[in-house]
């Protein structure tokens, strides 16, 4: 299996400023075959399922607000939150969707200073 | 617009079985697949398998043997049975499909608390 891990486990961020993740996986997720990294961004909300942010390492799903981007390729990524607002507040996990069974990180909790 | 609507919490005894359904709307059922997706209290997530719109299974080693997903295509449901219940399959149980081009998970269900306890 593919593992993940994500760092900080948590981090606290004042509005507007940027927050960064990094997501790791233990064998490279891209495929050669399409050029492209196996790699997505979800966030959770307390009490809601995850939502989609990132696919493809860096292509923001469709409404997600541009102060979210994802960048890197092969085992080492990072999300961006480029202006923390107070909606961000959530945990974010990254997933690797290269090779079954798909995995996930144990997810950075993100909060307001 | 895509709905998944999962069915009620559960309460189950150790070495029960439980059967927990997702009725889809808004989006061809028939040409995806599901998947499911648990994550135990205050804990992360974990993906348990798929099922293809042909009806073929993956399931996560982890739940090889003890898990069968399933499908009904006349009423868009798909179901999440386990058997065999453990005080630690206490989880939300969520269902989640790919409506894209890869198997990133784009929509989701809101979840089925499952409880095992004695």
């Known amino acids: 299996d593919i593992a993940m891990t994500q760092s900080p486990d948590s981090l606290t961020v004042s509005l507007g400023e940027r927050a960064t993740i990094s997501c790791k996986s233990s064998?490279?997720?891209?495929?050669?075959?399409?050029?492209?990294?196996?790699l997505a961004w979800y966030q959770q909300k307390p009490g809601q399922p995850p939502k989609l942010l990132i696919y493809?390492?860096?292509t923001r799903y469709s409404g997600v607000p541009d102060r979210f981007s994802g960048s890197g390729s092969g085992t080492d990524f990072t999300l961006t939150i480029s202006s923390l607002q107070a909606e961000d507040v959530a945990v974010y996990y990254c997933?690797?969707?290269?090779?079954?069974?798909?995995?996930f990180g144990p997810g950075t909790r993100v909060d307001i200073k | 617009q895509v709905q998944l609507v999962q069915s009620g919490a559960e309460v189950k005894t150790p070495g029960a079985s439980v059967r927990v359904s997702c009725k889809t709307s808004?989006?061809?059922?028939?040409?995806?697949?599901m998947h499911w997706v648990r994550q135990a209290p205050g804990q992360g997530l974990e993906w348990m398998g798929w099922?293809?719109?042909?009806?073929?299974?993956n399931y996560a080693p982890t739940f090889q043997g003890r898990v069968t997903m399933t499908r009904d295509t006349s009423i868009s449901t798909a179901y999440l049975e386990m058997n065999s219940l453990k005080s630690d399959d206490t989880a939300v149980y969520y269902c989640?499909?790919?409506?894209?081009?890869?198997?990133?998970?784009?929509?989701w269900g809101r979840g089925t608390l499952v409880i095992v306890s004695s």
């Open positions: 064998q490279s997720v891209f495929f050669t075959t399409n050029n492209k990294d196996h």
């Open positions: 997933q690797q969707y290269f090779h079954t069974p798909f995995t």
């Open positions: 989640a499909i790919q409506l894209g081009t890869s198997w990133y998970l784009d929509h």
């Open positions: 099922i293809s719109p042909r009806e073929a299974t």
């Open positions: 493809w390492a860096s």
């Open positions: 808004g989006y061809g059922f028939t040409g995806y697949y």
